[in-house]
Every structure is written in C-alpha cells, then in structure tokens.
C-alpha cells in the first residue's frame, strides 16, 4: 500500500539557518504530494503541494519538488524565522486531491532566537 | 477566507458512553473526510464520504463508528461506545480539489 517516510525529528535551528526536511514516498501510479504543518494548538494546514512529477510546490519561503526518479519530496526552506515553529507532516493522495491523504508521522521543528 | 469549523474543541467522556463529533466543511465542498491522531503518533484517515454516503473507511472505522449528514452544513462522526484507546485528536477536513482540516476536537476518554 501507500506509504509515507519522514525523518525523524525534532530539528532544532536557529533563525535565518537553512531547513530541510526529508519525505520518500511509496505509492502506485502518479500520487498528489503535500507538506501540512500543525502550529501549537491548531489543526494541520496545507502549506504547499505539486500533483506531478518535477512540480515545484511553494508557498512562504517553503519550497519542494515532486522527484519521481528518487520517489522524494523534501521541503526546504532557506532562512527560517522563529515563527516556523511547527510539526511538518508530509503527505500523499491519489491523483485526485479527493482521495484520503496518507501521512507521514511528522517532524517537529524548533526554531531559537 | 472560509473554513472547516468543528465542536466541541475538547470532549471527555467516560469509557462506554457515546459521543458525537460536529463539524462545519466549507460550504462548496463535497467530499468530507474524518482523520485521527492518537497523541505522538501520524495522523490516521478513518473515513470519507461523498454524496451522502461513505466512499471510503478504513480498518480503524469499524461499527462502533458512524457518520452522518444530517443537514446541508453538518457532518458527523459518532462513537457508539467509546474505549480508552479511542483517546485521539480528530479531525474533520472537507475538499473541492484538496483537503483543507478543522481545528480538531480532542477526545478524552476516562
């Protein structure tokens, strides 16, 4: 079946360092992928997606792109605040965005001043 | 911006009593999910429903759990006869083309 791999955390960086987060995937035929992030005491929102291979999905600095060869999608960001404080779930569907998502178990990102 | 509401934020119950969680989807959308996340650990699809009734449910959905649209805004998700293991942040999500999630309601059973 589906399934999703994250690295384990927490990751813990200071301001301004470089972030990444790895997520490989297993799926049959051509999987949607996206990166949700839980900020303390919320619920999970979309931060980015990309529905195909080499589609680059961004969204507030955050970057990640859909690498079918390496079944990867790895979020990045360049420089990241305090404020990006938050667990990162990465995520996958089927080809429609209307089929239940399978989640990685999430990586937990602390950011110190 | 619209959004997925749910209710209540917080739930106890005792081991054996019946809960029943609400939750508002974006008012256009209609395909409804219910997901959980057992404290520490991924966030677990239990079941979808699409056109008044369920398309898909997984292994955790079994008949202790039940959805419903009881009106045009509502989708719930009850639990007969809840166990201690039931404990779970859940959350409702709806979709046009992706899903967007409530906030979650947090189950407590004592």
């Known amino acids: 079946g589906n399934s999703v791999t994250q690295m384990e955390g927490p990751v813990t960086l200071s301001e301004e360092a470089f972030l990444t987060i790895n997520c490989t995937y297993t799926a049959t035929g051509y999987p949607s992928l996206f990166w949700y992030v839980q900020y303390p005491g919320e619920g999970l929102q979309l931060l980015l997606k990309?529905?195909?291979?080499?589609d680059k999905g961004s969204n507030k600095g955050f970057e990640a792109t859909y690498r079918k060869e390496t079944t990867s999608f790895h979020l990045e960001k360049g420089s990241v605040q305090v404020s990006d404080s938050a667990v990162y779930f990465c995520?996958?569907?089927?080809?429609?965005?209307?089929?239940?998502?399978?989640f990685g178990k999430g990586t937990r990102l602390s950011v110190i001043a | 911006e619209p959004e997925v509401t749910q209710t209540p934020s917080h739930q106890v119950t005792q081991m054996g009593q019946e809960v029943i969680l609400r939750c508002v989807p974006i008012?256009?959308?209609?395909?409804f999910y219910w997901y959980r996340q057992i404290l520490g650990q991924k966030v677990e699809f239990l079941v979808s429903f699409y056109n008044n009734e369920i398309s898909e449910k997984s292994e955790i959905f079994d008949d202790q759990f039940s959805v419903e649209r009881p009106d045009g805004s509502n989708f719930t998700l009850k639990i007969r006869s809840t166990k201690l293991e039931d404990s779970a942040m859940y959350f409702c999500?709806?979709?046009?083309?992706?899903?967007?999630f409530g906030p979650g309601t947090r189950l407590t059973v004592t």
């Open positions: 008012s256009n959308h209609l395909y």
């Open positions: 999500a709806s979709s046009e083309t992706e899903q967007y």
């Open positions: 990309a529905t195909k291979a080499d």
């Open positions: 995520a996958l569907s089927g080809i429609s965005g209307n089929t239940p998502l399978v």
